[in-house]
């Protein structure tokens, strides 16, 4: 491979919650490792690769100039994304009008929520679900309704249309949030069932907000669909919001972005992200942007894609095969695995509390899956060089199940 995906890198004293916060109290950290054991991040959604060169070189050269005054997101912002889009997504006719700079897809989220919604009002969701959708919906005052996804017979996650429609109809409401490929279950959905899940909105009048942020992270030759590419109704009915951020390891320097075609929804969404004065670009965030959008970056996530779907692969066999009891569904895109440990535990007797402690104690820094409302689960980061996963599973083969 042209870019380094194997060496283990040191970040320790650089900024980084997934090392440096092990053994705080920030952001239900995992606890630090015992004595002869070194911390393996797995927890934290962000990847323990360098990012693309073009990104440094790009912030670089324009750091070289002294003044970062007042500015406007250059012709060169908005082009770089239409070009991505149509070489990664096959989406046509973009125009820069539809693009808007959002500081984060959360905020987009609670952007789009304030203007079609108001607080106490039911939104619908997808359960699994994002914890950062848990905590920003419910923090502005808006009630989530769960459509659970179903684990059909081959253990691949579905959605349940009959379900949806009818919590839609039953609690009125009238914005959803789709998250594809879905976090934490890593489904890239299909373009049919994209199509049945929008003819359900579209039946029930709602705005659709479509977090595609890991868009660009998919496995073992599946296919992104981009939500608003479905019908003429989905173009003019969904939000979608991207980033490069999840792609390129870019979370640190903050920016995301919303495309929005139906100019009604663009109006009411920039309105209300206007309103704090908050939600302005950062000079060097848009360089980022530019540099990783460049073909060396497309080349660099070609590279990523086949690293990670590596490692997804190794991860889910090793489970499969070493731990009877644990339940994975092999995710199609993201770098992240959501395991059900409920037979394990009950059949040894085990909490979950349990089994995340023994995994932090030998340095297995994964994740409490219960924010993300799976009740037995653990969410585990595989975006590591191959050597650490497979020193990872070693060691909660050895010393945890």
């Known amino acids: 491979m042209k870019y380094d995906f194997t060496s283990a890198m040191d970040r320790h004293g650089k900024d980084s919650i997934a090392v440096d916060a092990l053994g705080t109290e920030m952001g239900s950290a995992p606890g630090l490792p015992k004595e002869g054991f070194d911390p393996i991040p ?15 070189q790009a912030m670089v050269e324009r750091v070289k100039h002294p003044a970062f005054g007042y500015f406007v997101p250059t012709k060169e912002y908005y082009q770089s994304i239409i070009r991505w889009q149509q070489s990664r997504n096959g989406v046509e006719g973009l125009e820069p009008e539809c693009i808007g700079y959002e500081n984060g897809v959360l905020g987009c989220v609670v952007s789009a929520l304030s203007a079609f919604a108001a607080p106490g009002d039911k939104v619908l969701l997808h359960s699994p679900t994002y914890i950062g959708f848990t905590n920003s919906i419910g923090n502005n005052g808006y009630q989530i309704v769960h459509s659970p996804l179903k684990l059909d017979g081959e253990q691949i996650w579905r959605m349940d249309y009959e379900d949806m ?8 409401i009238h914005v959803a949030v789709l998250c594809s490929p879905h976090n934490p279950c890593g489904r890239v959905w299909e373009r049919w069932e994209l199509e049945r899940a929008m003819e359900v909105y579209q039946a029930n009048g709602c705005v659709v ?8 992270i998919i496995l073992n030759g599946h296919k992104h669909i981009p939500t608003q590419s479905i019908s003429e109704d989905a173009k003019n009915r969904a939000i979608a919001v991207y980033a490069p951020s999840k792609t ?16 009604y929804l663009r109006d009411r969404v920039r309105a209300n992200g206007s309103k704090s004065h908050y939600n302005n670009m950062n000079v060097l965030s848009m360089h980022a942007l530019i540099g990783a959008y460049q073909p060396e970056g497309q080349e660099w996530v070609d590279e990523l894609c086949q690293v990670l779907s590596g490692n997804v692969d190794y991860a889910c066999g090793f489970i499969w095969e070493h731990f009877p009891g644990v339940q994975v569904s092999k995710p199609e895109g993201t770098y992240m695995l959501f395991l059900d440990c409920f037979q394990w535990c009950k059949g040894h007797g085990a909490s979950l509390d349990g089994l995340l402690k023994a995994g932090w104690d030998v340095g297995v820094a994964w994740q409490d899956g219960r924010p993300f409302h799976g009740p037995w689960a653990i969410r585990i980061n595989l975006a590591l060089p ?3 996963v497979q020193e990872a599973f070693e060691r909660l083969k050895t010393y945890v199940f």
């Open 42 to 56: 797995m927890w934290v959604a962000d990847m323990n690769f360098p990012t693309v060169p073009t990104v440094q």
């Open 386 to 388: 191959f050597s650490r």
């Open 209 to 216: 907000i479509s977090d595609e942020i890991w868009s660009d």
């Open 248 to 263: 390129f390891n870019l979370a640190g320097l903050v920016g995301s972005y919303h495309i929005i075609y139906n100019p």
């Open 165 to 172: 429609d009818r919590k839609l109809k039953e609690h009125k």
